[in-house]
């Protein structure tokens, strides 16, 4: 049974990466956040405006443990996921957790190419961008470092690069 989740940071990849381990390993892929858009129908930005941040961390949770619990998936969670609750520790009790960690101008370069919409990064000049990255990563990093796993990922510009980085997971996971 494989059971992966990728964490980390807005714009470190994990559905890039997480995509292409699943289609590699041949299981389903799901994205947590899509998960919650599709059980409530409504965008994370439209849910954090109805319900607050701390609203959408409730249902966050909630779809994990809906989520998690699925056996033969790649995962990837939101970059604020193992940050609440004991979101980590439940994680970590029931699948591979790999922490796609990746500087603040690699992931400020990430989101400036993604269309992703994130309210927390909304109306950011590019230099607030990186400013913004930098000081949550002091208060995330702890919480990305009880991964399992962690997989340093430089710029994933290229199909070669994205591969790259799935032969590593599957080498560390012995797959
Ligand atoms: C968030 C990350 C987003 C999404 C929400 C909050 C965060 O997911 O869950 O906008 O707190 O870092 P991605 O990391 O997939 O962008």
Redesign the pocket.
């Known amino acids: 049974m494989v059971r992966i989740i990728l964490l980390g ?4 990849g ?2 890039t990466v997480g995509k292409a381990l699943a289609a590699s390993l041949g299981v389903p892929f799901y ?3 899509w998960f919650i858009t599709t059980r409530y129908r409504r965008s ?1 930005p439209e849910i ?1 405006a109805e319900r607050g941040e701390a609203g ?1 961390r409730e249902l ?1 949770k909630r779809m994990l443990h809906e989520a998690a619990e699925f056996e033969d998936i790649v995962l ?1 969670c ?4 193992p940050c609440f609750f004991d979101n980590m520790e439940y994680m970590n009790s029931l699948a591979d957790t790999i922490y796609l960690k990746a500087t603040p101008e690699v992931l400020a370069m990430h989101l400036r190419m993604g269309k ?1 919409k ?3 990064l909304e109306g950011k000049s590019p230099e607030e961008l990186e400013d913004y990255i930098r000081e949550m990563l002091v208060t995330r990093e702890p919480f990305y470092s009880k991964a399992k796993y962690t997989l340093d990922v430089s710029l994933l510009d290229t199909a070669v690069k994205i591969q790259e980085s799935v032969k590593l997971i599957k080498e560390m996971l012995n797959l």
């Open positions: 940071y807005m714009g470190a994990k559905t994205d947590l956040d994370v954090f959408f966050e990837s939101g970059g604020g996921t992703g994130r309210p927390l």
